[in-house]
């Protein structure tokens, strides 16, 4: 999976054309694991997130100048050091994230191209009665939030308590044409995943963490 493979896949899923521009968004960065493989072109398109101070540090070390936009901008941390302002499931958030692709959109209409949203993300996930993630964090308030709350409304059943849930179904409603996700290998087989595939004409793409391992 080396940078050029990379943009390989995003003109294959996105069929980009000479009047279109793109943004990758990862709303659970991290350090940035994922995006060391991409190009600096690549980068310069990229709206990186996370919820850890600490790991906000480590983005701005490698990839701040370097990509569009590192969120969140808010960085008050809580006695953890986690910025609830970077919680991917909150209402504050998801407000500062679709600002942040719409300023990318006028900017790109100016220009005569329209903007295709990419998710490229290797989501925290939970299984039911589990608060721990897979980076072993607590995920405070992840069955009471917006995402959840919202998400209950179209979705039935266990699926909306499973985090990764969560974000594969947030992305796509609120935000991505096409979507990159490495995650286990449950997510392949699972109803709710064949939901999207079924319903977003495979604009839909799960890479298992398995593959994953070859890298790091």
């Given at each position: 999976?080396?940078?050029?493979?990379?943009?390989?896949?995003?003109?294959?899923?996105?069929?980009?054309?000479?009047?279109?521009?793109?943004?990758?968004?990862?709303?659970?960065?991290?350090?940035?694991?994922?995006?060391?493989?991409?190009?600096?072109?690549?980068?310069?398109?990229?709206?990186?997130?996370?919820?850890?101070?600490?790991?906000?540090?480590?983005?701005?070390?490698?990839?701040?100048?370097?990509?569009?936009?590192?969120?969140?901008?808010?960085?008050?941390?809580?006695?953890?050091?986690?910025?609830p302002a970077g919680d991917a499931l909150s209402e504050g958030f998801n407000k500062e994230l679709a600002d942040t692709i719409e300023e990318a959109r006028k900017?790109?209409?100016?220009?005569?191209?329209?903007?295709?949203?990419?998710?490229?993300?290797?989501?925290?996930?939970?299984?039911?009665?589990?608060?721990?993630?897979?980076?072993?964090?607590?995920?405070?308030?992840?069955?009471?939030?917006?995402?959840?709350?919202?998400?209950?409304?179209?979705?039935?059943?266990?699926?909306?308590?499973?985090?990764?849930?969560?974000?594969?179904?947030?992305?796509?409603?609120?935000?991505?044409?096409?979507?990159?996700?490495?995650?286990?290998?449950?997510?392949?087989?699972?109803?709710?995943?064949?939901?999207?595939?079924?319903?977003?004409?495979?604009?839909?793409?799960?890479?298992?963490?398995?593959?994953?391992?070859?890298?790091?």
């Amino acid at each position: 999976c080396d940078a050029d493979n990379n943009l390989t896949l995003y003109k294959k899923i996105n069929n980009l054309n000479n009047d279109e521009d793109y943004v990758i968004v990862d709303r659970c960065a991290g350090t940035g694991n994922l995006e060391k493989f991409l190009t600096d072109e690549e980068l310069s398109h990229c709206i990186l997130n996370t919820i850890v101070y600490a790991e906000k540090t480590t983005l701005k070390g490698l990839y701040e100048g370097r990509v569009k936009a590192i969120l969140p901008s808010d960085e008050t941390t809580d006695d953890e050091g986690c910025m609830p302002a970077g919680d991917a499931l909150s209402e504050g958030f998801n407000k500062e994230l679709a600002d942040t692709i719409e300023e990318a959109r006028k900017e790109a209409e100016s220009r005569g191209k329209k903007l295709v949203v990419i998710g490229l993300e290797n989501p925290p996930y939970a299984e039911p009665q589990s608060e721990s993630t897979r980076g072993g964090k607590t995920q405070k308030g992840s069955y009471e939030n917006y995402i959840t709350k919202e998400m209950k409304k179209e979705v039935k059943g266990k699926a909306t308590v499973d985090l990764a849930n969560k974000f594969i179904w947030s992305g796509f409603k609120y935000f991505f044409d096409y979507y990159v996700v490495y995650s286990p290998v449950k997510y392949f087989k699972s109803s709710f995943t064949n939901y999207f595939v079924y319903h977003f004409f495979f604009h839909f793409i799960l890479i298992p963490l398995s593959f994953l391992s070859l890298f790091f």
